[in-house]
């Protein structure tokens, strides 16, 4: 569940991985997958901005 920026907050998402730096070094952002039927968003996120669900 992503909880910053406001225009995703509140939506769930999947995590795609750690994005890395342009010389290969992981850096301490996540990518995630926005879930939307409008459009595909991927933004890019520290670890206090989305919280991990797992389903029941």
Same mark, same amino acid.
């Given at each position: ?12 998402? *999947? ?9 290969? %070094? ?6 995630? %997958? *926005?879930?939307?039927? $409008? $459009? ?10 989305? $919280? ?5």
């Amino acid at each position: 569940m992503i909880l910053r920026p406001f225009y995703v907050n509140g939506k769930v998402g *999947v995590v795609c991985g750690r994005e890395s730096h342009s010389d290969g %070094q992981s850096s301490t952002r996540w990518l995630i %997958q *926005v879930d939307s039927d $409008e $459009e595909n968003i991927i933004v890019s996120l520290r670890r206090n901005e989305f $919280e991990v669900i797992t389903p029941e």
